[in-house]
């Protein structure tokens, strides 16, 4: 079938315009933040640093266009796959589709005109670059595909295109059920803490998919491998079921129910050399770095380009995606007295 033909060229017009409604979104969400500096000379359009245009393009490409890559090329994908089965050419079929993208990618700014502006711009032009490289002819290759006669190669292309296509559809049920649970945790009431309490150190970084982490593991026995029994005992607390796990927000969560379950930060390097993290001596339970309102810090840094990411375990372009940065860190923050752990927080380096 042609459209297992045409869905390279989808597929690389997706991520191209992915990238491109990356850097468009941070150069206009970035103008009107340097417009109002007035040490900015040419009415704010350059900053020490450097042209605005380059910083904005450096940022949306390296730092933002990873993650919206990640969790959008195959949502992406799916949608204008059917656009091409069906045909559809007209530019607003595409507009509409890469503004709701857009929103969603953006966390629907509605609070921020700015940023919903520069969200909505961005997205209008991705859409009608899309239509341009791919959109306006979407089907072409299908109708004349049509028009030929039936034989055995194109049965067999029939049923390989149906088996992709199945592929797809389960992708997609996937993610509609996981966009169920960011609507339901949006929209209904705060999710329960767990055990022990998750907290995060500033309120917006409770974010729809945190929450949704939190009723998924909802205690230390969630974030576990599977074992005979659920006594938790110092070594069984190290067993951290990393196959589970598909997201930062995932992991933090998990991190904090398990090094939370100790009585104190003494435990924390033990744990984290027990997952395959490396915990430098001024970043340890024996000296944890001390931050300036005097809370206490234990750092865990998971190499991934010598070992590979952590998270998730399976899926090639998903692993592929998170192989991107070279390492991995997690902060655990404890309170001045080392007895209770405050929040933790990943991170990773790119550059």
């Known amino acids: ?121 961005a997205s209008a032009a991705t859409g009608c670059l899309y239509w341009l490289l791919a959109g306006k002819s979407a089907g072409d290759w299908l109708q004349a595909w049509r028009t030929r006669e039936p034989n055995a190669c194109r049965k067999l292309l029939n049923y390989a295109a149906y088996v992709v296509l199945a592929y797809l559809g389960y992708q997609l049920s996937g993610y509609v059920y996981y966009g169920g649970k960011l609507l339901w945790v949006s929209s209904g009431p705060e999710p329960d803490p767990g055990t022990p309490p998750f907290h995060v150190r500033f309120e917006r970084e409770m974010t729809a998919s945190k929450k949704v982490a939190m009723m998924d593991f909802p205690d230390p026995s969630s974030c576990l491998k599977k074992a005979e029994t659920n006594e938790l005992s110092t070594d069984r607390l190290k067993e951290m079921d990393w196959g589970r796990i598909d997201n930062a927000d995932e992991a933090e969560v998990c991190v904090f129910r398990l090094l939370g379950s100790f009585e104190n930060l003494s435990y924390a390097t033990d744990w984290f050399e027990a997952q395959g993290f490396y915990v430098h001596p001024n970043f340890s339970s024996a000296r944890p770095y001390v931050e300036l309102d005097g809370t206490l810090r234990v750092t865990g840094v998971h190499s991934i380009r010598k070992d590979g990411p952590k998270f998730p375990t399976t899926g090639i372009i998903r692993r592929a995606f998170r192989s991107i940065p070279y390492s991995m860190s997690v902060d655990a923050t404890w309170s001045k007295d080392g007895k209770q752990l405050l929040w933790v927080l990943t991170g990773f380096s790119t550059l």
């Open 1 to 121: 079938m042609t459209i297992l033909v045409r869905l390279p060229r989808i597929a690389f017009v997706t991520i191209l315009c992915i990238v491109a409604f990356a850097a468009l979104f941070e150069f206009l969400n970035a103008i009107p933040t340097h417009l109002s500096l007035p040490d900015h000379p040419q009415a704010g359009l350059t900053n020490p640093r450097g042209p605005l245009v380059f910083d904005a393009l450096v940022w949306g490409v390296v730092f933002r266009a990873p993650g919206y890559l990640f969790n959008g090329t195959i949502p992406l994908l799916i949608v204008l796959a059917v656009t091409e089965w069906k045909s559809a050419k007209s530019w607003r079929w595409y507009l509409t589709i890469w503004i709701i993208a857009g929103l969603l990618a953006t966390g629907f700014p509605i609070t921020d005109p700015l940023r919903l502006s520069a969200a909505l711009l």
